[in-house]
């Protein structure tokens, strides 16, 4: 990872650690501050249009969930409505044992 990319990154984790809205101009007035001359300003763009609405110290939390983008809203969904999630389960369970094998239906493939 490049001076730049650790620079924002940190910039956006100290924003986010003190709960103030992540923007470029911040993140540019944190890197400056610690005099870090390398960094071009596209990166304070892309970082803080990547975090815009999205709480970072949640995703820090999910980092070892496994599934990307698709595992904060499902552990969102799963913590608002465990009981849900808990009967949809049960319910693919049941669909499952449904199904019909071929020893049911009195014939095998090789018979």
Do not use: C, H, Q
């Not at 669909?95 to 071929?102: A, I, L, Q, R, T």
């Amino acid at each position: 990872m490049s001076t730049a990319e650790l620079a924002t990154s940190y910039a956006a984790l100290i924003l986010a650690d003190d709960r103030v809205e992540i923007t470029a101009d911040k993140i540019n007035t944190l890197i400056k501050a610690a005099n870090v001359v390398d960094v071009e300003p596209i990166w304070a763009s892309l970082f803080a249009k990547a975090l815009e609405g999205k709480d970072v110290k949640d995703l820090l939390s999910n980092v070892g969930s496994g599934g990307g983008a698709a595992s904060a809203p499902a552990a969102g969904a799963a913590a608002a409505g465990g009981a849900a999630v808990v009967e949809e389960t049960k319910a693919e369970e049941k669909v499952e044992e449904k199904e019909e094998s071929d020893d049911d239906m009195g014939f095998g493939l090789f018979d």
